[in-house]
């Protein structure tokens, strides 16, 4: 159980019989011939991968053996699935493959049970991964499963073995513990907000103020925000905007949760609604991007030269596969944050550096301010949280609140013409 197995993440699996027609390779499937290419090439050896995926995601190809599964083809065909109906996950997901394919790649699917998953566990904790995001990476592992399970690809035992590994307990494993989230002071968010792009300077302001979760910030169209009520404020109303909505903690408020914008909000949301259709995404990271190429441009000291503009209109007329997508997610929020806090510090002093610190901070820090000077039930109006007991694992201001209550607090016991008696003597000695 312990020898690690060679195969990646690209390797070809064996699930379909290869055949050879002369000089190329060939397969059937359900009767049809079809050619992958000349034997030996790599050609042929991606188009039997490409293959062998469509056949695992297709639920309408029945000739599948479910005990020709192998692990690895198993974490090809989710990893496939994942990027493109669940893009926020696909890097921790990817982590949970890798980390199973190292030890379990050419393992029949049908033959995992407790021994492998606790075995697989075990594995999590020594690649020095916290002790929640191990049991986050096991979560993904079941959702696999479970995936599988639906396209007839994994028997139903196995995901019941894989359910019945319990969770890593705080203060009972090896795992490192990670620190309660705190709330990012505004001063360090002002200062890391220089080395942003416009796009992402204007996310992370509007999300302080509203108190967003990221993924609500990054999937807000413009036609989800109605800007004709007439009463100074625009409405932004959390829409499904994919066939297949994911499951989410956010998916009981599809529809149903409206996020009042103000003044302040409109004035950094207005110019990214200028020329867009209602389905376009308010902060793109296309606009970052040339946002980022505009900077260049202006901070350049010699001239554009004729062949440099030449790629730049072919790049224009014809994209790269490469070019960022439509819409942020939260991991692309979260790097572009990053980005900018090591720009900043390259260039700053030393007692100067910027902390590091993630956009789900400043969801903190809005519950926080908003319990400060508000209240508790203002703070959970403002996060969208229906139980007042989930606002207190964001709101951090419990202490500011109790040292204001300190500094103006009297002692409920003192006789008030003793204490005036008392000042009275203080002011005759002086």
């Known amino acids: ?48 991968r490409q293959l062998q995926i469509q056949v695992l995601t297709d639920p309408t190809l029945g000739f599948l053996n479910p ?47 407790t021994r492998h998953f606790l075995f697989l566990q075990e594995q999590f904790v020594k690649h020095g991964v916290s002790r929640q995001y191990c049991n986050a990476l096991m979560g993904y592992i079941r959702a696999m499963l479970k995936w599988g399970i639906l ?6 035992q196995v995901y019941v073995e894989a359910k019945f590994i319990p969770p890593l307990k705080k203060g009972k494993t090896k795992a490192r513990e990670n620190p309660e989230r705190q709330d990012v002071p505004d001063d360090v968010v002002r200062r890391t907000l220089p080395f942003m792009s416009p796009t992402v300077r204007a996310m992370v302001q509007v999300q302080r103020m509203t108190g967003m979760r990221p993924c609500e910030l990054c999937k807000m169209t413009v036609g989800d925000i109605d800007r004709t009520r007439g009463n100074g404020l625009w409405y932004y ?64 000291k010699t001239k554009v030269s004729p062949s440099q503009e030449t790629r730049h209109n072919a790049r224009v007329a014809k994209p790269s596969k490469r070019m960022p997508g439509e819409f942020y997610d939260q991991s692309s929020y979260r790097g572009a944050v990053h980005n900018a806090i090591k720009k900043g510090n390259k260039v700053l002093s030393e007692d100067q550096q910027i902390p ?18 508000l209240g508790l039930d203002k703070a959970q109006a403002l996060l969208g949280h229906t139980s007042a007991n989930t606002t207190k694992r964001y709101a951090h201001g419990r202490l500011a609140i109790t040292e204001l209550m300190a500094r103006n607090r009297s002692n409920p016991f003192d006789d008030p013409k003793e204490k005036n008696n008392q000042s009275v003597t203080q002011g005759y000695s002086r």
């Open 1 to 48: 159980m312990n020898k690690k197995s060679s195969s990646k993440l690209t390797k070809s699996t064996r699930i379909l019989q290869v055949r050879q027609d002369r000089d190329y390779d060939c397969v059937y499937v359900n009767g049809k011939k079809i050619m992958l290419g000349r034997s030996g090439t790599p050609e042929a050896a991606e188009a039997l």
């Open 67 to 113: 005990q020709q599964v192998t692990v690895d083809t198993l974490c090809l065909a989710y990893l496939k699935h994942s990027k493109e109906y669940d893009p926020g996950h696909y890097f921790s997901v990817k982590t949970a493959a890798e980390i199973l394919l190292q030890h379990y790649a050419d393992l029949p699917v049908d033959t995992l049970d």
């Open 151 to 156: 396209r007839k690809l994994v028997p139903h």
């Open 237 to 300: 109303t959390l829409k499904a905007h994919d066939p297949e909505q994911h499951a989410h903690k956010t998916e009981q408020h599809i529809g149903k949760k409206v996020i009042p914008l103000g003044l302040p909000e409109q004035e950094l949301i207005a110019p990214y609604l200028v020329g867009k259709n209602p389905t376009d995404a308010v902060f793109s990271p296309r606009t970052a991007m040339q946002e980022w190429y505009a900077e260049r441009r202006a901070n350049r």
């Open 356 to 373: 590091h610190w993630t956009p789900y901070q400043t969801r903190h820090a809005a519950s926080t301010a908003a319990e400060t000077t």
